[in-house]
């Protein structure tokens, strides 16, 4: 070689890889279960060298979706979709659908808007 490293340009997003070599989704009660499942609420991604953990929660209208909430059981006939947030929010969310104390929702919630 001749000491220049090539340098590569990307025209837009699209062109970049996000490798991700596990992504786990999560029921109300903690299991495991797959993409397509409506009733998935929490989605943890893990890069292959498992230096990045990425965490999602389910939402609707920009708002965190509560499965014993308002929308509860229109999981399948509401457009929802998976929001990126902090660690910390992420575990308030899976708190509060462990326990169902309201107070981990409420701070799920607020972190949420702060992300």
């Known amino acids: 070689m001749s000491g220049k490293e090539e340098r590569i340009f990307l025209n837009d997003e699209s062109q970049i ?4 070599s596990k992504t786990v ?11 397509s499942d409506p009733m998935a609420y929490l989605k943890k991604s893990v890069s292959p060298n498992r230096r990045e953990e990425s965490y999602y929660v389910k939402t609707h209208n920009s708002l965190i979706l509560d499965p014993w ?3 509860a059981g229109r999981e399948t006939s509401i457009n ?3 929001k990126k947030v902090s660690e910390d929010t992420y575990n308030y969310f899976a708190k509060y659908l462990k326990t169902k104390n309201s107070i981990h929702l409420t701070r799920a919630q607020r972190g949420f808007i702060n992300d």
């Open 80 to 82: 929802t979709s998976f």
């Open 17 to 20: 890889e996000f490798k991700f």
């Open 69 to 71: 909430g308002v929308y």
């Open 25 to 35: 989704y999560l029921l109300v009660d903690g299991t495991e279960t797959k993409e």
